[in-house]
């Protein structure tokens, strides 16, 4: 019996070893796909035809001499900043979500892969059962031929005389053991092996790998969004802040032509009127810092809910104004064919495509036969004891096929369908390339336009505080009336509140730039999210 087993042993084993080098993957190949992007950024390339006959130049130039600094938020050379960020990587709830994506994904390759090993079970039985073989016996005339044994000149009884009823009895009490219920015990191993021939389940693996791919991308685009809120959020911030402080300076001034005008009033050199004037433009400069306390109330209580906190965990940390944090003098951008490395969306959509590249491998292996190895052994007895004998063994093993032969155009359609889903998934990985070199342009443009228009801001204020001063020394000196002193006071109130928007704005312009350039996924920031 052990003989047999070994041999059986090697007969499968032979027949597994053929039947993997004769398997084949049926369906195309994934090739990743060409971004097909341009030499150069376009807004780049136009501004520097401008600046050739333009000598005013922004403080802050994109480069491409260099990729961009994966953790760009170092740029800003804020340490409060990088603070934020780096507690928001550990504790953004959204975040964590997209790390446990990953897991989930993870776990898909691993169960779809197991369709591709053997499949082995362990059985165990107990049965007690009546056969219903008196009732069979009956039918045949089994028990008349048996009585017959026992009746005079009986070939047994011809044989040996006399034996004849003994012999009867014996043979109605044999078929009555028959008849009795009995139990019967069984164990034994169940096995079935997919031998895969033609690359099903490992077109499966391959889709599903590369949808754990699109999951670490989209945990990637996750980050860089997560990054930048926190970043665009604190600037926001600083810029309430900083708004406050210049409305405040903006008060203390005005409060001091209050002042004056009262005393020229007192003197007869202004009148009630322009007391009431004076005072009432106080009051609607007042007015505005609960709006920046409103927005900088919010900003706190944003990027508390960013990095995991409850609202008001940050206040003791940020209520203290500071500046606006400023870009650096050059922005590396790197060049547009490097782009589709950087950016998850592209990343992502590259690995949906191979997805959907290896279900077409999946829809064409269905047309093919399955071919599987099934097996069982074990030990059968109507007693317990009985088991361990190798008298009760039994065992069978071969080979199944299973050839689809009508299938009412299900699988053709299933075939045509996953290659519309790969041409869409195509498609998709075109209109990621190009949004994010749009993207990209804009954020150039737009960077490169607020700067300017916060630098002609900056001259507008410079250029209004003059004229204030000018306006307020000659009303001192009775030269002007009152209502150019409130003119111009409230021409530079407009005109440094609106530098200071700008310049918030042009820190922010920066942190899209960043974000649509694709940095902050890069080097340890991903090797340090793990599931909670």
Same mark, same amino acid.
Not at 67 to 74: A, E, G, S, T, Y
């Given at each position: 019996m052990r003989a047999r087993l070994h041999g059986l042993a090697r007969w499968i084993a032979a027949c597994c070893i053929v039947a993997l080098a004769s398997g084949c993957t049926v369906g195309p190949d994934f090739k990743p796909p060409s971004a097909d992007a341009p030499a150069t950024w376009h807004d780049m390339q136009r501004t520097a035809t401008q600046q050739m006959n333009d000598s005013h130049a922004p403080a802050s130039v @994109? /480069? &491409?001499?260099?990729d961009p600094d994966p953790r760009w938020w170092r740029s800003f050379d804020d340490p409060t900043l990088e603070s934020l960020i780096a507690r928001a990587v550990q504790g953004n709830l959204e975040l964590q979500q997209a790390v446990w994506r990953i897991v989930e994904?993870?776990? +898909?390759?691993q169960g /779809? $892969?197991? +369709? *591709? !090993?053997p499949n082995i079970s362990a059985t165990a039985s107990y049965k007690r059962e009546q056969l219903g073989a008196k009732g069979l016996f009956e039918s045949q005339g089994i028990y008349d031929d048996v009585n017959r044994l026992g009746e005079p000149n009986s070939p047994i009884d011809q044989i040996a005389p006399g034996a004849g009823p003994k012999v009867q009895q014996a043979a109605t009490n044999a078929l009555n053991r028959f008849t009795e219920p009995i139990n019967l015990w069984q164990v034994g191993f169940d096995a079935s092996w997919e031998l895969d021939l033609f690359g099903r389940v490992r077109r499966s693996v391959e889709s599903a790998t590369a949808q754990v791919k699109g999951a670490e991308e989209s945990r990637n685009d996750a980050l860089i969004s997560l990054e930048a809120e926190v970043a665009q959020t604190y600037i926001q911030l600083r810029g309430a802040q900083a708004l406050h402080t !210049? /409305?405040?300076?903006l008060v203390d001034e005005q409060s001091t032509i209050v002042d004056l005008t009262r005393s020229q009033a007192r003197v007869g050199l $202004?009148?009630? !009127?322009?007391?009431?004037?004076?005072? $009432? +433009? !106080? $009051?609607?400069?007042?007015a505005l810092l609960p709006q920046y306390d409103q927005q900088a109330e919010q900003a706190m209580n944003g990027l508390a809910y960013l990095i995991g906190e409850t609202p008001g965990a940050l206040d003791a940390e940020l209520a203290a104004p500071s500046a &606006? @944090? @400023?870009g650096p003098p050059t922005i590396p951008v790197g060049v547009p064919s490097t782009l589709a490395r950087r950016r998850p969306d592209i990343r992502r959509a590259e690995a949906s495509l191979h997805a959907a590249t290896a279900n077409v491998g999946v829809a064409v292996a269905q047309f093919f036969p399955d071919i599987s190895l099934t097996g069982q052994i074990g030990t059968r007895a109507t007693n317990a004891r009985d088991l361990a004998r190798w008298s009760h063994l039994?065992?069978?093993? *071969?080979p199944a096929i299973s050839l689809p032969v009508f299938q009412g155009g299900a699988l053709v359609s299933n075939l045509h369908l996953s290659k519309a889903e790969q041409q869409v998934a195509a498609l998709d990985y075109r209109k990621a390339v190009l949004g994010a070199l749009r993207d990209v342009d804009n954020a150039l443009t737009v960077y490169r336009t607020d700067q300017s228009h916060r630098d002609a801001l900056a001259d507008e204020a410079a250029a209004q505080q003059s004229a204030f001063d000018l306006a307020r020394d000659s009303y001192r000196k009775g030269l002007v009336s009152f209502i150019n002193v409130l003119d111009a006071e409230r021409q530079l109130s407009q005109a440094r509140q609106q530098h200071a928007q700008a310049t918030m704005q042009v820190s922010t312009d920066l942190v899209a730039l960043y974000k649509a350039l694709g940095g902050g996924w890069q080097e340890d920031a991903v090797r340090d999210l793990q599931p909670r």
């Amino acid at each position: 019996m052990r003989a047999r087993l070994h041999g059986l042993a090697r007969w499968i084993a032979a027949c597994c070893i053929v039947a993997l080098a004769s398997g084949c993957t049926v369906g195309p190949d994934f090739k990743p796909p060409s971004a097909d992007a341009p030499a150069t950024w376009h807004d780049m390339q136009r501004t520097a035809t401008q600046q050739m006959n333009d000598s005013h130049a922004p403080a802050s130039v @994109p /480069t &491409i001499d260099s990729d961009p600094d994966p953790r760009w938020w170092r740029s800003f050379d804020d340490p409060t900043l990088e603070s934020l960020i780096a507690r928001a990587v550990q504790g953004n709830l959204e975040l964590q979500q997209a790390v446990w994506r990953i897991v989930e994904a993870r776990t +898909q390759v691993q169960g /779809t $892969a197991a +369709q *591709g !090993l053997p499949n082995i079970s362990a059985t165990a039985s107990y049965k007690r059962e009546q056969l219903g073989a008196k009732g069979l016996f009956e039918s045949q005339g089994i028990y008349d031929d048996v009585n017959r044994l026992g009746e005079p000149n009986s070939p047994i009884d011809q044989i040996a005389p006399g034996a004849g009823p003994k012999v009867q009895q014996a043979a109605t009490n044999a078929l009555n053991r028959f008849t009795e219920p009995i139990n019967l015990w069984q164990v034994g191993f169940d096995a079935s092996w997919e031998l895969d021939l033609f690359g099903r389940v490992r077109r499966s693996v391959e889709s599903a790998t590369a949808q754990v791919k699109g999951a670490e991308e989209s945990r990637n685009d996750a980050l860089i969004s997560l990054e930048a809120e926190v970043a665009q959020t604190y600037i926001q911030l600083r810029g309430a802040q900083a708004l406050h402080t !210049l /409305t405040s300076s903006l008060v203390d001034e005005q409060s001091t032509i209050v002042d004056l005008t009262r005393s020229q009033a007192r003197v007869g050199l $202004a009148s009630e !009127l322009d007391v009431k004037s004076a005072s $009432a +433009q !106080l $009051a609607q400069t007042r007015a505005l810092l609960p709006q920046y306390d409103q927005q900088a109330e919010q900003a706190m209580n944003g990027l508390a809910y960013l990095i995991g906190e409850t609202p008001g965990a940050l206040d003791a940390e940020l209520a203290a104004p500071s500046a &606006i @944090p @400023p870009g650096p003098p050059t922005i590396p951008v790197g060049v547009p064919s490097t782009l589709a490395r950087r950016r998850p969306d592209i990343r992502r959509a590259e690995a949906s495509l191979h997805a959907a590249t290896a279900n077409v491998g999946v829809a064409v292996a269905q047309f093919f036969p399955d071919i599987s190895l099934t097996g069982q052994i074990g030990t059968r007895a109507t007693n317990a004891r009985d088991l361990a004998r190798w008298s009760h063994l039994f065992w069978s093993v *071969g080979p199944a096929i299973s050839l689809p032969v009508f299938q009412g155009g299900a699988l053709v359609s299933n075939l045509h369908l996953s290659k519309a889903e790969q041409q869409v998934a195509a498609l998709d990985y075109r209109k990621a390339v190009l949004g994010a070199l749009r993207d990209v342009d804009n954020a150039l443009t737009v960077y490169r336009t607020d700067q300017s228009h916060r630098d002609a801001l900056a001259d507008e204020a410079a250029a209004q505080q003059s004229a204030f001063d000018l306006a307020r020394d000659s009303y001192r000196k009775g030269l002007v009336s009152f209502i150019n002193v409130l003119d111009a006071e409230r021409q530079l109130s407009q005109a440094r509140q609106q530098h200071a928007q700008a310049t918030m704005q042009v820190s922010t312009d920066l942190v899209a730039l960043y974000k649509a350039l694709g940095g902050g996924w890069q080097e340890d920031a991903v090797r340090d999210l793990q599931p909670r």
